[in-house]
């Protein structure tokens, strides 16, 4: 659940991972290549404290890997959406995450193995600390462009990228998204993760999109079976001259079947907000509820206490407090949410739900339901 996300090291490098078989022949490669995806059926409710509609968005994912040959491989992802029934009110609400009808090839990229190094050339999905897709609706986000993956230091990942054009979930005026440039230079990315100290993840990242700001991101967390404490700190340096920062901590234990965590964040008290990084999936805060709260707005401070309970390996439920004081404008939004999972078994394994629903108070006035279907094959 997302509640229970405390650490980046596991999930950092997964979308840049790469088949590792051999073929002996060219045609073997795409003889032997694998076919995955899913189908997918996301309705959401949105109250925004003026205007309430719901949206139901079906999508498709559909890949194909070869096998290695010579070191090389590919990848094509086909990403479909439509949703039907939408009126006018939910065509304005959903306009830039779940109303976008259409096909997109999201994923074509060539990728290469050599030793303990993987290079990959075209459009991809990214998982890295400040260049990363957000898969949250429908539409997963995707970047064009370049990445080197090494880890021939013992416990540490290296991670190079440029990237020079970005597909949204969607286009804005009801269509899914299509690759556009960020501008005339794109932007490039590194990154490092080590692990050498037992229980200890330190990451470092830097992002720079040409001619608009750079972004800087670090990490130390201490994570064991029972506990675990982490910081970060975030630094934003504009092209005009400002600049901004975001300092953060989290603690969590868990208790058998149960987990519970704080976390606090504070953003600089200059007029200029966080900007985390480069995709949807580059939100690290640590302080962000489930949906709709923002931990980057300029002198913000974050706070947020939750739980979460595995009633089964397979199903979790789990709720959060979230409030966000904006000293600048004398502001304060909380954010309740609770949240349920589950994942089928037997007959009906790779089929997954999920439920979310989150209500805005103090200051704020809305609310958000969420269900999600996922069959993975």
Do not use: C
């Amino acid at each position: 659940m997302k509640l229970a996300k405390l650490s980046l090291a596991a999930i950092v490098v997964a979308g840049l991972a790469t088949s590792s078989f051999a073929a002996d022949t060219l045609a073997d490669a795409f003889k032997n290549g694998k076919v995955s995806g899913a189908l997918q059926g996301y309705y959401f409710q949105r109250d925004d404290g003026t205007t309430d509609a719901d949206i139901f968005t079906s999508g498709v994912d559909l890949s194909f890997e070869t096998d290695r040959y010579m070191g090389f491989g590919m990848k094509a992802t086909f990403q479909g959406t439509n949703s039907p029934f939408v009126d006018r009110a939910a065509k304005t609400m959903f306009n830039g995450d779940m109303h976008g009808t259409g096909a997109q090839l999201s994923e074509m990229y060539l990728s290469y193995v050599t030793g303990k190094t993987t290079a990959l050339v075209g459009r991809m999905y990214l998982s890295t600390p400040l260049v990363a897709s957000s898969g949250s609706r429908v539409t997963k986000q995707a970047f064009e462009g370049a990445a080197v993956i090494n880890t021939d230091i013992a416990d540490t990942t290296l991670i190079a990228g440029y990237v020079q054009k970005f597909q949204a979930r969607t286009d804005g005026a009801g269509n899914i998204g299509k690759f556009e440039k960020f501008n005339e230079d794109g932007a490039y990315t590194i990154a490092a993760i080590n692990n050498s100290v037992k229980d200890v993840t330190l990451t470092v990242a830097w992002a720079d999109v040409r001619s608009v700001l750079s972004v800087g991101y670090a990490e130390a967390a201490y994570a064991t079976d029972t506990f675990g404490v982490a910081g970060q700190y975030y630094y934003n340096d504009y092209d005009n001259g400002t600049d901004s920062n975001l300092f953060g901590i989290k603690a969590d234990a868990t208790f058998g079947p149960a987990n519970v965590f704080a976390a606090y964040s504070k953003v600089g008290d200059k007029k200029t907000d966080v900007i985390p990084g480069l995709g949807g999936g580059a939100d690290l805060a640590y302080t962000g509820s489930p949906f709709n709260s923002d931990s980057y707005v300029a002198d913000t401070k974050a706070y947020i206490l939750g739980a979460s309970y595995a009633v089964m390996p397979n199903a979790n439920i789990g709720a959060s407090y979230t409030v966000n004081k904006m000293d600048a404008t004398s502001v304060e939004n909380s954010y309740l949410a609770v949240e349920v999972d589950y994942a089928f078994e037997g007959a009906l394994q790779g089929l997954s739900v999920y439920l979310g629903y989150e209500d805005q108070g103090k200051d704020a006035d809305g609310s958000e339901l969420r269900f999600q279907a996922n069959y993975a094959f």
